[in-house]
């Protein structure tokens, strides 16, 4: 059975930092390609990040380049997500979620097979 578990989120001040965890297993987490998206309310689930499973390679939303960092430790089978200079708009629910094989869009949330439950970052004003 497949889990993959966020963790980390909580209610931080603007320009504070949060790190975000995303534990998997029942996958075949280094060969897979792993994914950070976001939800805030009302609006729909979008791209942050993502890491291969090849080469370690990331890609970012352009408008979190700088400011979010995606990392991985192949031996813990968990990918983070280092979030720093943290804005009121990076509210939303926080999931992780493992690409499926081949060479698709990293960015379209489709291309995702497994997601975790999520986590909430709030951040104030």
């Known amino acids: 059975q497949v889990q993959l578990v966020e963790s980390g989120g909580g209610l931080v001040q603007a320009g504070g930092s949060l790190r975000l965890s995303c534990a998997a297993s029942g996958l075949p987490f280094r060969a897979s390609t792993m994914g950070w998206f976001r939800q805030a309310p009302g609006k729909e689930r979008d791209f942050v990040a993502t890491?291969?499973?090849?080469?370690?390679?990331?890609y970012y939303v352009d408008s979190e380049k700088g400011r979010f960092t995606i990392s991985r430790d192949n031996s813990k089978n968990t990918v983070y997500l280092q979030m720093n200079s943290l804005k009121p708009e990076d509210t939303a629910v926080y999931y992780c979620?493992?690409?499926?094989?081949?060479?698709?869009?990293?960015?379209?949330?489709?291309?995702?097979?497994?997601w975790g439950q999520g986590t909430q970052v709030t951040v104030s004003s």
């Open positions: 890491i291969t499973w090849s080469s370690g390679s990331t």
């Open positions: 979620a493992r690409k499926m094989g081949g060479y698709s869009d990293y960015r379209d949330l489709n291309n995702y097979d497994y």
